[in-house]
């Protein structure tokens, strides 16, 4: 699930109301229920792996509503005897699901913070197997380079927002009601309804990505009911902008990320080696997207199926989350100066994509109102491009929301550093998803609220992935025992 979440996270959205806004349309509004735990369906699950679903509230101002299901999943206690409370598993995307994170990734967690936490997985709002949405999209705009869209080779917007329109279009016709309801403020409430129905006071939190504003969104709600909160990979919360932040926050990622692909790619040794230096990887780069996107190379399986400039573009971006997945990138532009591709990478069925791609939209969409304006759009992408040519406008241009339906029902949450001081963020230096510049900002917002670790590394995901020994130490310390750096750490 990692790599689909990472490929298909739309970028996402955060940011503002006040704080202590603990009214009626909070998870307490509506009786909680109760949990009836039992096996798990899947494959190569812990056996210790227990589910169930809860019933929320969909619309949380009408607590006496329709509800819907959301699946929870968890691994409890493996000591007993040094249990301090529930570990929230929170996933990145929107898009992404935890369901089988205690399984998972909770199982590399070190033994004193298994003993010490149930591990708590989840389906958001909207993903399956919780109550699921779907905007049947035609296959075509299943594609990354149109989820997160391109600009034309000559930086027109036009396409895209004609896309968006479509997009939009068919969400409104088969998205249903839950897909107005899909907010990170909602599932920050499913997520206090959770806490309740397990009978925890508070509740400790490991957010990543995406995954840091819901946990932000979080804390600034529900402060006196958070323990102890890691945010890992973490995303601005500017709530004048939110997604539109995120997603312009790749042009600014790619630049702190793309050298350390460069100096990769032109090691001696190296049997994917594209360059003899690695000043030469960068030019080699954009002048192989040029030649795409005036000759495109035929791509059977691919979607769309041939190999265009911003396939490339796109494949470049996804590489650089993880510098285990260097030579996909470096292979692929191989291939493309020879004229011959490889098969293209098998994708996940057509049903999962479109859920993940309903969620993505809604969640993005239903956080903050985008500019309709093309103008606007064209200013920006024009901008981008001249300043940033690796990413050719990508960051800036109009997703679907820039035509979404629906207006936002409420505001984006404003973080503030008002509640307890009990957060511990950690961030990569080197992050093309969710850069060090953006990190920062969220670091401002929480002030006396976070302590911040910045690793000397390259990759998203920090914590027990693309991290280092330094920050996964200090993480781990926090979880387990409550102590965190005395000041903001770098991890060298």
């Known amino acids: 699930m990692k790599q689909l979440t990472k490929s298909l996270a739309l970028i996402a959205a955060a940011s503002g109301i006040v704080f202590g806004v603990l009214t009626p349309l909070t998870a307490s509004a509506a009786p909680v229920?109760?949990?009836?735990?039992?096996?798990?369906t899947g494959s190569g699950l812990d056996p210790r792996q227990q589910c169930a679903t809860l019933d929320v509230p969909m619309d949380y101002a009408d607590p006496g509503g329709p509800t819907i299901e959301i699946a929870v999943s968890r691994i409890v206690s493996e000591n007993p005897a040094a249990r301090r409370g529930?570990?929230?598993?929170?996933?990145?995307?929107?898009?992404?699901?935890?369901?089988?994170?205690p399984s998972r990734k909770g199982q590399k967690l070190p033994q004193d913070v298994r003993d010490a936490y149930d591990l708590?997985?989840?389906?958001?709002?909207?993903?399956a197997p919780s109550t699921s949405v779907d905007c049947e999209l035609a296959h075509e705009d299943l594609a990354l380079s149109r989820l997160r869209p391109w600009p034309a080779a000559d930086g027109s917007v036009d396409d895209a927002l004609v896309t968006a329109r479509r997009m939009a279009d068919a969400c409104a016709a088969n998205g249903g009601e839950l897909l107005k309801h899909l907010s990170t403020r909602n599932e920050a409430r499913d997520l206090d309804r959770l806490r309740a129905a397990l009978g925890e006071r508070r509740i400790s939190a490991w957010g990543v990505s995406y995954g840091t504003y819901v946990g932000s969104v979080y804390a600034q709600l529900f402060p006196a009911r958070t323990?102890?909160?890691?945010?890992?990979?973490?995303?601005n919360p500017d709530p004048t902008r939110v997604s539109r932040a995120w997603l312009a926050g790749h042009e600014q990622g790619v630049e702190d990320t793309f050298p350390e692909f460069a100096k990769?790619?032109?090691?001696?040794?190296?049997?994917?080696?594209?360059?003899?230096?690695?000043?030469?990887?960068?030019?080699?780069?954009?002048?192989?997207?040029?030649?795409?996107?005036?000759?495109?190379?035929?791509?059977?399986?691919?979607?769309?199926?041939?190999?265009?400039?911003?396939?490339?573009r796109q494949t470049m971006l996804d590489t650089l989350y993880d510098p285990d997945d260097f030579p996909a990138l470096a292979q692929l532009m191989l291939a493309a100066e020879s004229g011959t591709l490889p098969p293209a990478p098998a994708s996940p069925p057509d049903a999962v994509l479109q859920n993940v791609a309903a969620v993505g939209a809604g969640t993005l969409c239903n956080d903050v109102a985008w500019t309709t304006s093309t103008a606007a759009y064209q200013k920006d992408v024009a901008e981008s491009r001249a300043k940033y040519p690796l990413t050719a406008g990508m960051p800036r241009n109009a997703m679907v929301c820039a035509a979404w339906p629906y207006a936002p029902q409420e505001p984006p949450v404003r973080i503030t550093d008002r509640g307890p001081s009990n957060i511990l963020l950690v961030q990569n230096e080197r992050d093309v998803a969710t850069p060090l510049s953006g990190a920062?900002?969220?670091?401002?917002?929480?002030?006396?609220?976070?302590?911040?670790?910045?690793?000397?590394?390259?990759?998203?995901?920090?914590?027990?992935?693309?991290?280092?020994?330094?920050?996964?130490?200090?993480?781990?310390?926090?979880?387990?025992?409550?102590?965190?750096?005395?000041?903001?750490?770098?991890?060298?």
């Open 440 to 492: 920062l900002k969220l670091r401002e917002a929480l002030g006396r609220r976070a302590v911040m670790v910045t690793v000397n590394s390259t990759g998203h995901d920090a914590y027990l992935d693309n991290g280092n020994a330094c920050g996964d130490a200090a993480v781990s310390r926090f979880l387990a025992t409550g102590e965190r750096p005395a000041t903001d750490l770098y991890c060298r």
């Open 264 to 312: 990769w790619a032109s090691e001696d040794g190296n049997p994917y080696r594209l360059a003899e230096t690695a000043a030469e990887v960068r030019p080699l780069f954009l002048r192989l997207a040029e030649r795409l996107d005036r000759e495109p190379i035929p791509w059977p399986g691919a979607n769309p199926e041939e190999l265009n400039g911003n396939v490339l």
């Open 33 to 40: 229920s109760a949990l009836d735990w039992g096996p798990c």
């Open 227 to 235: 323990d102890r909160f890691v945010l890992d990979s973490n995303d």
């Open 86 to 101: 529930a570990l929230f598993l929170i996933p990145g995307g929107p898009g992404g699901s935890s369901l089988n994170d």
């Open 120 to 127: 708590i997985g989840f389906a958001p709002r909207g993903l």
